[in-house]
């Protein structure tokens, strides 16, 4: 029997849950057992507003119903769009449950709905992004947050920090890591035996060499050389404004741009509702959604749940890849 994935619900004022509850809805859908992490009251309003039902067993580790639930209670009121920072609690605690369960092995996987970032930094807690409490919560020094979607995949060389910070975080030791873990996890993970990877360079025009910044020419060229000497494939650093069309793009595996801002929203214009958030580098299996916490339509039944199918495939297999590799 397949162990189940855990989803923990995200946001309880988003669309998390309404995600949730339409894919419960659906169950038939799904080749992989589920654990939805939520608060049982939250999802029992939520499913009335929707009008659907949401009859599903509580989560018993000797039981293997396909779908069942884990209670994880909110402190605060929960409204469908209203933030409340006395939950975000709440939402740690999902995560803090589903990563423990996947290093105990009782879960394949977590699949994370989204999480608002900002209430949870309103509430006291520093909080950048899933991928990053991940990392930490797992010991690992180094993750990298990659998006796969219309065929594209799509890596980040840093994730959530300020714009002004991104030149001084772009270090040698930096992008050789992120380098080496992302030619190591396309292999793992998606069975590409010699990863071909576009490398965007930072500045317009990749620097017009060096009359437009110089990271490329101090940080970027030697790293590449440096790893293309250990045998990776690395083509680059490539103008970000042109990589992005078939003539590149078809005899690559993976494009790992420089910032969160240069390579999602093309990714996301390529994919939006259908892409699939995967951090690299973690010792369990992550994905996630492509979207936000949608506070515009919590509760109103038209959040479009294909993105949350997508990372759900996506983390069965991957977690099917992990069974057979053991
Ligand atoms: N994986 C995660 O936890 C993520 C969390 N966020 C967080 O979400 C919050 C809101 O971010 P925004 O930039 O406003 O992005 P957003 O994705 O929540 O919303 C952007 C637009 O897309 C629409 N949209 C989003 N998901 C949709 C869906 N499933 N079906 C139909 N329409 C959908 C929304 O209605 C809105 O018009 C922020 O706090 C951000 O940090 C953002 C991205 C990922
Ligand atoms: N743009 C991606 C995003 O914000 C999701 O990040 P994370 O919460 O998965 O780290």
Same mark, same amino acid.
């Given at each position: ?101 996947? %290093?105990? @092995?009782? =879960?394949?996987? !977590? ?6 970032? /900002?209430?949870?930094?309103? &509430? *006291? ?60 996890? %396309?292999? @793992?993970? =998606?069975?590409? !035996? ?6 965007? /360079?930072?500045?317009?025009? &990749? *620097? ?67 892409? !699939? ?50």
């Amino acid at each position: 029997m397949l162990k189940p994935l855990a989803i923990t619900s995200g946001e309880p004022a988003g669309i998390g849950p309404d995600l949730c509850i339409k894919i419960a809805a659906q169950n038939k859908l799904l080749q992989q057992p589920l654990v939805i992490l939520g608060d049982r009251q939250v999802f029992a309003n939520r499913a009335k507003m929707l009008g659907l039902s949401f009859d599903v067993p509580e989560w018993d580790v000797t039981k293997k119903p396909l779908i069942s639930f884990l209670h994880v209670p909110c402190a605060g009121d929960v409204r469908p769009g209203e933030l409340n920072a006395n939950n975000a609690s709440h939402v740690l605690r999902m995560l803090d449950v589903a990563i423990k369960g996947c %290093l105990d @092995k009782d =879960f394949a996987g !977590v699949v994370t709905a989204p999480v608002h970032k /900002g209430v949870i930094n309103d &509430a *006291g807690i520093p909080f950048t992004g899933h991928t990053e409490y991940l990392a930490e919560h797992t010991d690992t020094e180094q993750v990298v947050m990659m998006l796969a979607g219309g065929g594209l995949k799509v890596a980040l060389a840093t994730t959530h920090l300020p714009l002004a910070d991104v030149s001084d975080a772009l270090t040698p030791e930096l992008l050789e890591r992120v380098l080496t873990i992302l030619n190591h996890d %396309l292999k @793992k993970w =998606f069975g590409i !035996v010699e990863p071909r990877i576009l490398v965007a /360079g930072l500045n317009p025009h &990749a *620097g017009e060499s060096g009359h437009m910044g110089r990271e490329e020419i101090d940080v970027i060229e030697p790293v590449l050389d440096r790893l293309r000497m250990h045998g990776l494939q690395l083509i680059g650093p490539l103008p970000a404004d042109t990589l992005f069309q078939p003539k590149y793009l078809e005899s690559a595996d993976a494009v790992l741009s420089m910032f969160h801002d240069q390579g999602l929203p093309v990714l996301k214009f390529a994919s939006f509702g259908k892409g !699939v958030n995967i951090t690299l580098g973690l010792p369990i299996v992550r994905t996630s959604v492509d979207h936000g916490t949608a506070l515009d339509l919590a509760g109103k039944g038209i959040a479009d749940e294909g993105s949350l199918l997508e990372a759900i495939r996506y983390a069965s297999e991957m977690a099917n890849a992990n069974r057979q590799m053991r």
